[in-house]
């Protein structure tokens, strides 16, 4: 059984805000902070950098809020019978995570789902189930590196730009370390380095573009970021054991 009471994202407060239930409340309630924040845990309080979540069970003291900045957060108010979520091994303390775009993204999900006009009992418990499934995955985890979050923001971008100037340095500079340590880091998180993963995301255009559309190689290597046709024929072969022509040809037959 599951009964979401209500649910937000990105909701914005003042640098006062305290939600403070003594006593608990009669449903459970997840919060992910995006936002340095303060949380009461056994009578102290304590501070924490942003991405975290809590998890509140039914009687649960709550007492978290802003630091000084404006505070913003995700949330979500619910009841469940699920013992899946029930047993999460942390509740009533906040702990890191490191996807923090991704459980936004849930959380934007449950929302509007929850607030259609013919909203969907089995489409919300589906992605609540995602959703902690994804926060025990978190639990499960190694502690974060400060790097992690802009890690991921950066590779997502690629992905989604290939087509960019990418050079290490360039992104190495924005993330405000050297080089060779940005190269150790990528490859520790990603398991591979931030070229290959450009060359990656830029010949899975390349590879679209020859299946679904009729231009040529030189408008296809341009498009994904390439300054010489041949540079990119001899990359796509290399990748590929084809040229771009004869992988178009393969995925026509």
């Not at 009687?59 to 019978?81: K, M, P, Q």
């Not at 960019?164 to 591979?192: M, N």
């Not at 290959?196 to 190689?217: C, G, H, M, P």
């Amino acid at each position: 059984m599951l009964e979401i009471l209500s649910a937000g994202y990105d909701s914005l407060h003042s640098k006062d805000f305290c939600n403070h239930v003594p006593g608990g409340v009669d449903h459970c309630l997840l919060v992910i902070v995006s936002t340095p924040s303060f949380f009461v845990i056994d009578n102290n309080k304590e501070f924490y950098p942003p991405h975290q979540a809590v998890l509140y069970l039914p009687g649960e003291t709550i007492h978290y809020g802003a630091v000084s900045d404006n505070y913003s957060d995700h949330w979500l108010v619910f009841r469940t019978d699920n013992s899946a979520i029930l047993s999460l091994s942390q509740t009533g303390a906040p702990f890191s995570i490191y996807d923090s775009e991704y459980f936004r993204t849930l959380l934007k999900l449950i929302t509007w789902e929850t607030y259609a006009n013919k909203p969907s009992e089995l489409i919300l418990e589906g992605l609540v189930d995602v959703l902690f499934d994804k926060l025990k995955g978190e639990l499960s985890s190694k502690n974060f590196s400060r790097y992690e979050h802009e890690l991921l923001k950066i590779r997502r971008s690629i992905a989604a730009s290939p087509e960019r100037p990418w050079s290490v340095d360039y992104i190495a500079e924005k993330t405000h370390i050297s080089t060779g340590y940005f190269q150790s880091l990528y490859k520790q998180q990603f398991g591979c380095s931030c070229i290959e993963d450009i060359i990656r995301f830029r010949l899975n255009k390349a590879k679209d573009l020859l299946v679904y559309t009729s231009q040529t190689s030189a408008e296809i290597a341009e498009q994904c970021g390439y300054q010489n046709t041949e540079h990119f024929c001899r990359q796509f072969r290399k990748k590929t054991g084809m040229t771009p022509n004869e992988y178009r040809h393969s995925k026509r037959v």
